[in-house]
């Protein structure tokens, strides 16, 4: 599975960008996808995950962009996307998305990631 990521761009505090997670290679798949971020100076963090069992989806999101964040998919499109909005500046950072063959009980630890997009830069400015 080949992620590419997109959407990233320079956006002022308060602002929305939508980024995008295009899955090629195989069948889509995952029964997990995920977006995370690394700002500056700091370790790679969980964002926001999406997964589906039994014709049911589940959502998964960080304290701090609960509530201004949503991670959806297109299946048809083999895509998943972040709908980011009320941007803060803490939110700057490069954003990668990451997806797992199986649901391994979390979607929180990078571990449990299997293939990896190339990130794509966020910059919030004041």
């Known amino acids: 599975v080949q992620l590419q990521a997109s959407g990233g761009g320079f956006v002022q505090a308060g602002g929305s960008l939508r980024l995008s997670c295009a899955a090629s290679?195989?069948?889509?798949?995952?029964?997990?996808m995920g977006w995370f971020r690394q700002a500056p100076g700091k370790e790679r963090e969980f964002v926001a995950a999406i997964r589906w069992s039994g014709g049911t989806t589940y959502y998964a999101y960080a304290d701090s962009v609960k509530g201004r964040f949503t991670i959806s998919r297109d299946n048809a499109k083999n895509t998943v996307y972040l709908q980011m909005g009320s941007l803060k500046l803490e939110d700057t950072a490069v954003y990668y998305c990451a997806a797992a063959r199986y649901y391994s009980g979390s979607t929180y630890y990078q571990g449990n990631y299997d293939y990896w997009g190339q990130g794509t830069q966020v910059t919030v400015s004041s």
């Open positions: 290679g195989r069948t889509f798949s995952s029964a997990v």
